[in-house]
């Protein structure tokens, strides 16, 4: 018989995750396995169990993309155990297969609006905006910026979702957001850490709600990481290095990004050009 999930948790949890977001949607993901094990009488953590929860998340509408996560927080957590010798066997966890769906990013004019309307609310979340768009951070990446990372023409970011610092030049509005948010803000140990979250969030929102993207549900912070992406790849930057920028742990996640810069395939069709012209010649 397995032990209570949410006994799991509680002697797993702070070892496996840090505090924050994450980590509050993965526990709200064994949560809910562990009411669908009580609601099924289910104890047994087996492939009987993933099988009936695949169904169960499918019936309520979620997408393979969203089972994968809810999966993986539940195979993080029973590997320590069996790690730990307390469970003899896990069930056989494997990826189920996610469509990639249109990346939605920002167009000139769409970002301009919700400048517009953000440094209306307050112009710290629009200079937050402004430097989001151009150095693809994560708004959590950010935040945690110190006037010390900030080297000359270089940004470093010590704090990043895959655990990997990475160091990116400046552009000329990263540069010119930052100079500003010293001239108010140089007192703070970074150029944002008067902002707080959930306010810029709410922010965020009232300025979209100005727009003609208030219906998009696409239209979220993040959407500034996904437009800064976009925009290198439509100038032809090479999938690599758009990788680093980024800093994506895996190539897979920015080749997301390959269709925006068809350019690089150029090579293919010369290729096959000089070929049939050899042929021909022939």
Not at 66 to 86: C, P
Not at 167 to 186: F, N, V
Request: with cysteine.
């Amino acid at each position: 018989m397995g032990e209570n999930l949410n006994v799991l948790w509680k002697s797993y949890a702070d070892l496996l995750w840090e505090e924050g977001k994450h980590k509050e949607a993965c526990e709200a993901y064994i949560d809910e396995i562990h009411r669908y094990m009580q609601k099924n009488k289910m104890t047994e953590y087996d492939n009987q169990l993933l099988d009936g929860l695949t169904i169960h998340f499918r019936q309520k509408g979620n997408k393979n993309a969203t089972i994968n996560r809810k999966f993986a927080s539940l195979s993080k957590i029973l590997r320590k155990h069996h790690k730990n010798g307390v469970l003899a066997k896990i069930p056989n966890f494997e990826k189920l297969p996610e469509r990639n769906a249109r990346i939605r990013f920002l167009t000139q004019s769409e970002e301009e609006q919700m400048l517009s309307g953000l440094e209306e609310v307050d112009d710290n979340f629009a200079q937050l905006s402004r430097f989001l768009a151009e150095t693809g951070a994560r708004v959590g990446e950010a935040l945690k910026l110190n006037w010390a990372d900030i080297e000359s023409e270089y940004i470093t970011f010590w704090e990043t979702k895959s655990y990997r610092p990475r160091t990116i030049p400046m552009t000329r509005r990263a540069r010119e957001a930052l100079e500003k948010q010293k001239a108010s803000y140089g007192r703070k140990t970074g150029p944002f850490r008067s902002v707080e979250y959930f306010r810029y969030r709410k922010g965020w929102n009232a300025a979209k709600d100005a727009t003609d993207m208030r219906d998009d549900r696409q239209v979220v912070p993040h959407v500034l990481r996904h437009t800064c992406a976009s925009r290198l790849a439509q100038a032809g930057v090479d999938i690599k290095r758009i990788q680093e920028f980024l800093g994506h742990r895996t190539l897979t996640m920015t080749l997301r990004y390959a269709h925006l810069s068809p350019k690089h395939l150029d090579v293919c069709a010369d290729a096959l050009n000089n070929l049939n012209g050899d042929r021909l010649a022939a």
